[in-house]
């Protein structure tokens, strides 16, 4: 049985109390989603921590479009759709990366024809080959839905799926991901993209949050706090790069690293009281809460002093 009586019947109101009976559903609507969503929560987060991580592509084409959505819908735990999207992104890459070698003919060939040419002829390798047609084949048997494919268990399909779109992430980054070392420009140009509209971070926590990861994973930099610390304070040499109404730059010596102060009434105060001025070195103790995220967020003045000159 399929039941799909997701609307009240609105013929039965007048045309004038349609849209208050409607926008009263739509908001009931919203709570059932808010209640689902915190009934599977700690799902949705362990099946995101099953997917593996390409890092970067640089050249990418609609391939990485689909990839995208079924890691997303795998994550919400619809494994048939991941399956038959991952298959789908599959062909396209095989037919990207046909183009990108510069035979751009096996894109009109079938998919296992397609990847035998490609192997036969050096442009990917037996692992990668094995990776891609066992794609192909759960994909099939994914869109034929006979009923071997009909009998599975939903823990089945979560393996099946999961497989599947592990096999296309593995083999993305070895044929087209990240190799040798990484500079600090390159860095910045993955920020810049990390943050821009184009990005598919859902808000600006999670583009932090993969900031935080980037310079983790591609500077082997250690940015993220232990989880037992609450609270950092450092109490440093400063030169005094700027002062404004809301906060005080401080550039710590001698690593350079500028540090932004917020400046409540009372800092503000202490500040004026000392003398305090851009240009000055100072000493200064300075201190912010660790926020969910691993990271410091404002820092905030405990007290500051002008060293002899």
Same mark, same amino acid.
């Given at each position: 049985m399929y039941i799909d009586f997701h609307k009240y019947n609105y013929d039965l109101v007048s045309a004038t109390d349609k849209q208050g009976y409607i926008d009263r559903d739509k908001e009931s609507y919203k709570s059932v989603l808010r209640k689902w969503l915190e009934d599977n929560l700690n799902d949705i987060v362990n099946r995101k921590w099953e997917v593996e991580e390409i890092y970067f592509l640089k050249d990418v084409s609609d391939f990485i479009k689909l990839l995208r959505e079924a890691e997303t819908i795998y994550e919400l735990g619809f494994y048939t759709s991941c399956i038959a999207l991952i298959g789908v992104s599959a062909e396209d890459f095989s037919k990207f990366l046909s183009i990108k070698v510069g035979q751009a003919a096996y894109a009109e060939e079938k998919q296992w024809r397609r990847l035998k040419l490609l192997l036969d002829?050096? %442009? @990917?390798?037996? /692992? @990668? +080959?094995?990776?891609?047609?066992? @794609?192909?084949?759960?994909?099939?048997?994914?869109?034929? %839905? &006979?009923?071997? +494919?009909?009998?599975?268990?939903d823990a089945e399909l979560k393996q099946d799926s999961l497989t599947v779109l592990n096999n296309l992430k593995n083999v993305l980054k070895i044929t087209i991901g990240l190799t040798g070392s990484f500079d600090k420009e390159g860095l910045l140009e993955i920020i810049e993209e990390i943050s821009s509209t184009t990005t598919d971070a859902r808000n600006f926590d999670e583009v932090q949050v993969k900031i935080k990861n980037a310079v983790s994973h591609l500077l082997k930099f250690p940015i993220a706090f232990n989880p037992q610390e609450k609270f950092q304070v450092r109490f440093k040499s400063f030169e005094v790069v700027g002062i404004d109404d809301d906060e005080i730059t401080l550039k710590e010596l001698p690593s350079q690293l500028r540090v932004f102060v917020e400046l409540p009434q009372a /800092?503000? &105060?202490? @500040? &004026? /009281?000392?003398g305090i001025a851009a240009g000055d070195v100072v000493f200064a103790s300075i201190y912010s809460i660790v926020d969910a995220n691993g990271m410091t967020a404002e820092w905030n003045l405990l007290d500051i002093q002008k060293t002899a000159a």
């Open positions: 002829n050096g %442009y @990917i390798t037996q /692992a @990668i +080959f094995d990776l891609l047609d066992n @794609i192909r084949e759960v994909r099939n048997d994914c869109l034929h %839905y &006979d009923q071997d +494919f009909k009998q599975k268990t /800092a503000k &105060d202490l @500040i &004026d /009281a000392k």
